[in-house]
Every structure is written in structure tokens, then in C-alpha cells.
């Protein structure tokens, strides 16, 4: 059997961005791309779901809407109007430990860009009317996406009662009855606590310069007033673990019967030397794609399974976590297929993996790695993302290098510490039968 050859880090991801901070503490960072007069420009608050104070959860998300709806300069709803007619598109999005806006132009229009970013960082003016109406398609938006999906609904209570203590546990949506109260002033008060230069990070990818992003960011960040109120995130944290969590939805909706698994697990941030790299790497092996152990075991050899998958989450601030789940095959009880699942992880725990499956995940990853090289979009996200989680430029840089010394022995230490039953938790959905069906539409009409 020939052996995979290993493809070595690519030599152009070195000293790829420029770093530095203006004056009032932003900090920038630029990664020059002259393949085309277009810039990626993107601004990232450190600032998430997790950050939200005790009983107004969603409000990260609910203020990320609000912010296009204007400023003592920029009439409401006019913001992403104004980017499509200088030829540029726009959106933004919310985690539990970032928020960000990105916009993406032609060049000569960067400028413009950087004054109405800088301009609704300190100035964001909200309408009554517009709050109320914002916060309708928030609820609409959870409806959609959590409450009409069960395996979502799972997913949501999966992991509620994984975390504890730590904020990690509350949806970055927000639960429905504490979506329905926000309001104006808890909107403005969260802006004017965490929306300030001081908390930000401008990441520009394309067609510019270091030195004229430079000049660019101070003529128009650089004017804004530092928050000094701004401090270093403390966040309650993890527990111990000493036994291990179950959650069962039963749920009329429901198709197969379906398995979730999470495994607490240290971040790229603070994991011990080379961990998050194995673990990445371990997760790719056991239970990524259609070539991981899960896979060809559950779906391909026994048939227990019609889909498998699984991954480790390791870009966090506070911690990671590694997510397995299935979907059982036709006729094939819950219990078959976990200790179908159970059985291949832990064949991966007491034996490891071989090089031949290390050499094809490393592959793998440092291809992606590689090609996202090429988007403008994906650099600036995978620069700006790092950053606000308590990494370096030098973090993100030398990361192909460092995936390269892992070993199958690092893989196999890495497994036997994290997979960890006691450091799990488990969710099951299962859909109703007939007669169960027709209860619960009898009890649900009952209740309407």
C-alpha cells in the first residue's frame, strides 16, 4: 500500500497580516490581497451571548439588528441601502464571545465604509417603533429556526444542561420569555457598556496597504473616545465534572430517532501545548465525513446508522467542546446505536489512530487551511475570530506548522482524556408513535 505524502505548511501564510492599535486601543490588523480592487472590511466587537448580564438573554443578538437601523447621520434602515448602491454588500452575525459587521466593496469605497462603521460604534440612535418592530422579527426569526425543528429544540436543551455554570448554556438567540421584554434602554445600555474602540478589532483584507488602512483607521476610528470602563472578560466557569448528563425529547414532529453527544474540552485558548491541534485532528478521524471511523462503521459496515458526524469546537474563549450525533437506521433501536457510537470511540481511546488516517486528516486540514487563503472573506473571519478570543497573529500563522507535530500518540492521549463518559452529555430524540401522536394533538388543543 502506498503511503499518503504529507503536505507541508504553506510557506505564503507567514507574515501574511499586519497587526498594530490606534491611539483609543483599537487594534487592526491588515492582510493585503491584490488580486482585485476589492476589500473585505470588518469590524468585531468582544463582546457575545456570553457576555450578556443575568435575565435579558438575546440581547448581543437583538442589538447586532438594531444596529442597522441608524444614526444622528444615517436614517433607519438605510445603512445596507447605502452599501448596495456604492456596489458593496454587507451583513453581521453573533456568537457567545464576538459580534461583528463586515462589509464587502470595491477599494475606493473603503473609506466610506470605515466613516458610517465608526459612525454607528458611538452614535446609534433607536426609534421606539423600530425596537418593538426589530424584536417581532427576532421572535419570528426563533421560531423558524429553534422552536419549528426538534432536533434544534434538543440541541438547545442538549446544551443548557451541558454547561452548568458557564453562560455558554444560554442560546445566543435568547429564551423566547426574556426575548419578549427587551427593550430600548436595555438595548442602549449594553451598546454604551461594550460598544466602544477600546473593545473593537478592524480587520481589512484585500486590495490596500498597511500604511493606508493606517491612515484610514485613525482619520476615522481613531476621533472616537476610548471607554475606560472596559475590563478583561471574567466569566463564571465549569465545575468539575463527576457524572455524566442525559436530556430525552419525545417529540410528534420528529423522523428517526436521533443521538447528540458533547464532550467537554479545553480551546484553542487555553489548551496545554498541541492539545487543540490533536483534538481537531482526533475529531476528523473518528467522526468527520464519510471516511471517519463513525461513519463507516455505523452507516457503511453495520447498517445501524443512515448519517453520522462529529467535530471538535475549539474557537471559544472560555472552553471547547467535541459534538458527536447519529441518526438511527431504519427499525434500529436507540440503544443499539449508542453502543454502536460507544464502541468505535472507544476502540480510539485503548488503540489510537494510524498514521496513514493522522497523514490523511492533516492533509486535509492544511488544504482547507491553504485555500482559504484565496477568500477574502474567510481571512478576515479566521484573523478577526482568533483575535477576539484571546489569540495572536502569530497564533493563526504558525497554526499549519504546529498541526504538523502532532503525533498518533498525541492523538491517542488527547482521546483518552477528553472522550470521558463523566465529562459528557447525552440527548436523545425520539418521535412519538400514533397513539402518543394523537395525545398530545388532543392535549395541545385542549390547551388553545
Known sequence: M?????TSPPSSAAARATHFKLDNGMQVVVIPDRRAPVVTHMVWYRVGAADEPPGVSGIAHFLEHLMFKGTETIAPGEFSKIVARNGGQDNAFTSHDMTAYFQRVAKDRLPKMMQMEADRMVNLTLDEKDVATERNVVLEERRTRVDNDPSTILGEQLT???YQSHPYGTPIIGWEHEIRVLDREAALRFYERFYAPNNAILVVA??????????????????????????ERRRPQEPPRRAPVRVKLEDPRAGKPTFQRLYMAPAYSNAEPGEAEALDLLMKIAAS?????????????????????????????DSGRIAVYAIAAEGVPMAELEDGIEAVLAKVREEGVTQRELDRARNAYIADYTYGLDSQTRLARRYGWALTTGRTVEDIEAWPERLEKVTVEDIKRV??????????????????????????????????
Open 289 to 317: 465525513g464519510t471516511t471517519s471511523r463513525l461513519y463507516r462503521s455505523l452507516v457503511v459496515e453495520q447498517k445501524k446508522a443512515s448519517t453520522t458526524g462529529g467535530w471538535y469546537s475549539g474557537s471559544n474563549l
Open 2 to 6: 502506498t503511503a499518503l505524502a504529507v
Open 160 to 162: 443548557a444542561a451541558f
Open 206 to 231: 484585500g486590495d490596500v496597504e498597511p500604511d493606508e488602512v493606517k491612515a484610514l483607521a485613525k482619520k476615522t476610528y481613531g476621533k472616537l473616545k476610548p471607554n475606560p470602563e472596559i475590563a
Open 415 to 448: 482521546a483518552e482524556k477528553y472522550l470521558v463518559e463523566k465529562k459528557s452529555a447525552t440527548g436523545i430524540l425520539l418521535p412519538l408513535d400514533d397513539k402518543a401522536k394523537k395525545a398530545t394533538n388532543e392535549n395541545a388543543k385542549r390547551e388553545s
